[in-house]
């Protein structure tokens, strides 16, 4: 299966700043998926990001929100702008490397104050 | 879309005992995992197991596809068997997730 490196752990931030959050695979992926937790709650899908295209986002998310990069196959990253403390969540990206199944970095908790 | 429910939604065990977890999905589905998410959020692929029965030490999961559910069996549970485990389907390209079952054990 895939090794994924993510980049923050963690992070605090000021409200109406931007964190980017970076995911790096050890093989090359076609797709790549950015998930949200909020606290308490499961993993919301944000949006899909495949190489050379636009991302797919999901039903409540948009592109200004959460800017997504996809440079090339082994590399994404997710923008959260213009932070607002309802922001405050984890955050994680995903891949799918069949027939081992989908894996996820080790998130990034992101505090809004 | 396809809808994952999850039962219980809380199980609290004592070293030593035993649990079964279930995962109900609402449409066929071309994947099935089981997630393990620790304290410290970190989510730990458990079995990729679209049908079937897999064994993994303590754990196990069974797939019973054409009647849309699945098991997830811990056994002897421990300390660190603590945190909140997810079921997640995969309908097309995209996984869905259940809510989870929070799992305490306590020593």
């Known amino acids: 299966s895939a090794v994924i490196s993510q980049k923050p752990s963690r992070d605090i931030c000021q409200r109406g700043t931007s964190l980017t959050i970076q995911c790096q695979v050890d093989?090359?992926?076609?797709?790549m998926f950015w998930y949200r937790q909020q606290p308490g709650q499961s993993l919301t899908l944000i949006a899909t990001?495949?190489?050379?295209?636009?991302?797919?986002?999901e039903s409540g998310f948009v592109i200004d929100k959460f800017p997504i990069s996809r440079p090339n196959l082994t590399f994404s990253t997710l923008t959260v702008s213009n932070l607002s403390p309802e922001d405050s969540s984890i955050y994680l990206c995903?891949?799918?490397?069949?027939?081992?199944?989908?894996?996820f970095g080790s998130g990034t908790r992101l505090t809004v104050v | 879309g396809i809808q994952v429910e999850q039962s219980p939604p809380d199980l609290i065990l004592q070293e030593g005992a035993n649990s079964t977890l279930r995962c109900n999905f609402s449409d066929s589905v071309n994947n099935l995992q089981w997630f393990h998410q620790n304290p410290w959020g970190q989510l730990i692929n458990l079995f990729y197991i679209p049908s079937g029965t897999k064994q993994n030490g303590r754990l196990s999961a069974t797939t019973v596809a054409t009647e849309r559910y699945s098991l997830l069996y811990i056994s002897s549970s421990q300390t660190t068997d603590s945190g909140v485990y997810f079921c997640?389907?995969?309908?097309?390209?995209?996984?869905?997730f259940g809510r989870g079952t929070s799992l305490i054990v306590h020593p």
């Open positions: 990001a495949n190489q050379g295209s636009e991302a797919t986002y």
């Open positions: 995903s891949v799918d490397k069949t027939p081992y199944g989908y894996t």
């Open positions: 093989s090359q992926v076609t797709m």
């Open positions: 997640a389907v995969e309908s097309g390209y995209i996984p869905t």
